[in-house]
T-cell receptor, first 114, second 119 residues
Framework: QQQVKQSPQSLIVQKGGISIINCAYE??????FPWYQQFPGKGPALLIA?????SEKKEGRFTISFNKSAKQFSLHIMDSQPGDSATYFC?????????????FGTGTKLQVIP | DAGITQSPRHKVTETGTPVTLRCHQT?????MYWYRQDPGHGLRLIHY???????DKGEVSDGYSVSRSKTEDFLLTLESATSSQTSVYFC??????????????????FGPGTRLTVL
């Protein structure tokens, strides 16, 4: 049973455009929602994260929008650059002390074309 | 990141042979995890450890075992490799204090991965 659904599977955006990736979750016990960025041959790296008591978080060109009632959250990449070309994973986790039970989305492969 | 290393980085083996993957951390994080990454499935948890000699199963643990004899090392063993275990394996850590990897204690940090091919 997939608890975090991510779309689209792949995305092509022109340089300077806005990239939008959407995720939906089912378990209301999730208390932390990170986004990971993964380049080919590398491990996933934390990009930005949000907690459910906040509706939006912005860090540079990256923004998470969070809708608790709809159980949906999305990543917006403003002014997309070729260097943003990577696979993005949304995730939802339940945190207990330092332990996280993390459920990942299936990933979105983003290609930003010049 | 240099705080988490995995070895080997690539391995090709034959069906039925045992395989051990190693994860080594220098960050003194309490929790360590093994994931596998497959197209269309994202990352799925195999096993995790919450301390030395303390481990538990994840969602795809069948065919895998783990051991953690010291804080810095977490081993993943495939007792008898099968073609369905061809995958990219990632180690992750969490639950540490401020360190080189960052100040977040609520985040998992991933190693560079091991690509395993079982023929």
């Amino acid at each position: 049973q997939q608890q975090v659904k991510q779309s689209p599977q792949s995305l092509i955006v022109q340089k300077g455009g806005i990239s939008i990736i959407n995720c939906a979750y089912e378990n209301t016990a999730f208390d932390y929602f990170p986004w990971y960025q993964q380049f080919p041959g590398k491990g996933p790296a934390l990009l930005i994260a949000i907690r459910p008591d906040v509706s939006e978080k912005k860090e540079g060109r990256f923004t998470i929008s969070f809708n608790k009632s709809a159980k949906q959250f999305s990543l917006h990449i403003m002014d997309s650059q070729p260097g943003d070309s990577a696979t993005y994973f949304c995730a939802a986790s339940i945190t207990s002390g330092g332990y996280q039970k993390v459920t990942f989305g299936t990933g979105t492969k983003l290609q930003v074309i010049p | 990141d240099a705080g988490i290393t995995q070895s080997p980085r690539h391995k090709v083996t034959e069906t039925g042979t045992p395989v051990t993957l190693r994860c080594h951390q220098t960050e003194n994080h309490r929790y360590m995890y093994w994931y596998r990454q497959d197209p269309g499935h994202g990352l799925r948890l195999i096993h995790y450890s919450y301390g030395v000699k303390d481990t538990d199963k994840g969602e795809v643990s069948d065919g895998y075992s783990v051991s953690r004899s010291k804080t810095e090392d977490f081993l993943l063993t495939l007792e008898s490799a099968t073609s369905s275990q061809t995958s990219v394996y990632f180690c992750a850590i969490s639950g540490g204090d401020r360190g080189r990897l960052g100040t977040r204690t609520d985040t998992q940090y991933f190693g560079p991965g091991t690509r395993l091919t079982v023929l």
